[in-house]
Structures are given as structure tokens and as C-alpha cells.
T-cell receptor, first 110, second 116 residues
Framework: TQLLEQSPQFLSIQEGENLTVYCNSSSVFSSLQWYRQEPGEGPVLLVTVVTGGEVKKLKRLTFQFGDARKDSSLHITAAQPGDTGLYLC??????????FGPGTRLSVLP | DAGVTQSPTHLIKTRGQQVTLRCSPKSGHDTVSWYQQALGQGPQFIFQYYEEEERQRGNFPDRFSGHQFPNYSSELNVNALLLGDSALYLCASSNRTSVLISYEQYFGPGTRLTVT
């Protein structure tokens, strides 16, 4: 079973600061997704990365997929209170179901 | 266009009881997956339904069962409830073709189940 680790587990920062959260596995990802989940809501898909070394940008969010496809990072520039939430990474192997990491809980203070 | 909807929003049950949760997928989607999210953890895959059949199953006991209807909506049934079944139950819908490519799925808001 492929396990995903995420770090840090918790992160509390001030508005305007930059941050990076990480997702790692001992196995190679076939694809990897990042989600954000707010309290009382289901996860919302932010991005899917499939190619080693791939970098995707979504406004102030930058997603990077490791060259070996065993790790990924999410960088947020100039964080805002609206970025507060649980950030989850998820991956799957071809023909298998998705596995989620435990998440990084981000709190951005005004 | 309505997204994924789930009912009820919250539910309180007693140990040993049975519960049924419901999910309507996003318009145009034909595949429904169910996840259990315990407090402070990421979602764990329970099973997936496509063409009214269970196609994949995670590491959950037979007390967890499901059904998919011809209109693609789905139910999750849990029998003989345990305290440890208390969690947020999430439904995710997708289009079968996306499963073969990137497996993009859209989640509903979840049903919060509390077992006392």
C-alpha cells in the first residue's frame, strides 16, 4: 500500500508571509493531486500533476512535482486569510483507488 | 449546474444501529466513490460504483455496503455501527473517462456521522 506523508502537520502564519508544504512517498506516483478542504466542506481539487519535474501555477499557488515523481510541494506566496484550510495531497496507481495524505492544516492570521 | 449533493448533513446514531447516507453526483458524471474522513485525518477510500456495480473497494469490513441507481445516485449503508465509525463521510463523483486519464473527482460537502 502506498502511503503519503505530509509536512508540516500544522502551520500558522501571518498574512503576507510565504509558505511551502510537502507531500512525500516511498513509491513513485502515477499522478498526484492537491486539494484544499475548508471546515464543513468536501475537498476541492486545486491541481493535478503527472510529469516528473512539472511546475504548475494557480495565481499565488505554485505546485511542483519531483523529478522522480516521489514528492511534491505546494508554495503559497503572500498568504491571505482565505488560504486557511486543510491541504491534502492524493495519489493513485493505475487501476487502483486514490490514497490521501493526512493533510497540512494551514491557518493564516490577519 | 448543481455539484455533488449529499444527505443528510448531520446524523446521530447509537451503537449497533444501521445508517444510510445518500449522494447525487455532479451532472454528467457516472462514477461515485465514497470516503471516510476521521477527525484530523485525510479521507480513506471505501468503495467506488460504476454502472450500478462495486468496482473497487478499500480496506473496510463488510458492514459497509453500497448501491448505485440507474440515475447514477448512490447510497452508503453501514450496519452494526461502532463508535469508531464516527466520521465525515464524503462522496465524490467523476466521469469514467477521466478515471483513465487523471481521475479528477469532485467532492460533496459530506455527511457528519456521530455514533454514541
Amino acid at each position: 500500500t502506498q502511503l503519503l506523508e505530509q509536512s508540516p502537520q500544522f502551520l500558522s502564519i501571518q498574512e503576507g508571509e510565504n509558505l511551502t508544504v510537502y507531500c512525500n512517498s516511498s513509491s513513485v506516483f502515477s499522478s498526484l493531486q492537491w486539494y484544499r478542504q475548508e471546515p464543513g466542506e468536501g475537498p476541492v481539487l486545486l491541481v493535478t500533476v503527472v510529469t516528473g519535474g512539472e511546475v504548475k501555477k494557480l495565481k499565488r499557488l505554485t505546485f511542483q512535482f519531483g523529478d522522480a515523481r516521489k514528492d511534491s510541494s505546494l508554495h503559497i506566496t503572500a498568504a491571505q486569510p482565505g488560504d486557511t484550510g486543510l491541504y491534502l495531497c492524493a495519489s493513485r496507481r493505475i487501476g487502483q483507488n486514490f490514497v490521501f495524505g493526512p493533510g497540512t492544516r494551514l491557518s493564516v492570521l490577519p | 449546474d448543481a455539484g455533488v449533493t449529499q444527505s443528510p448533513t448531520h446524523l446521530i446514531k447509537t451503537r449497533g444501529q444501521q445508517v444510510t447516507l445518500r449522494c447525487s453526483p455532479k451532472s454528467g458524471h457516472d462514477t461515485v466513490s465514497w470516503y471516510q474522513q476521521a477527525l484530523g485525518q485525510g479521507p480513506q477510500f471505501i468503495f467506488q460504483y460504476y454502472e450500478e456495480e462495486e468496482r473497487q473497494r478499500g480496506n473496510f469490513p463488510d458492514r459497509f455496503s453500497g448501491h448505485q441507481f440507474p440515475n447514477y445516485s448512490s447510497e452508503l449503508n453501514v450496519n452494526a455501527l461502532l463508535l469508531g465509525d464516527s466520521a465525515l463521510y464524503l462522496c465524490a463523483s467523476s466521469n469514467r473517462t477521466s478515471v483513465l486519464i487523471s481521475y479528477e473527482q469532485y467532492f460533496g460537502p459530506g455527511t457528519r456521522l456521530t455514533v454514541t
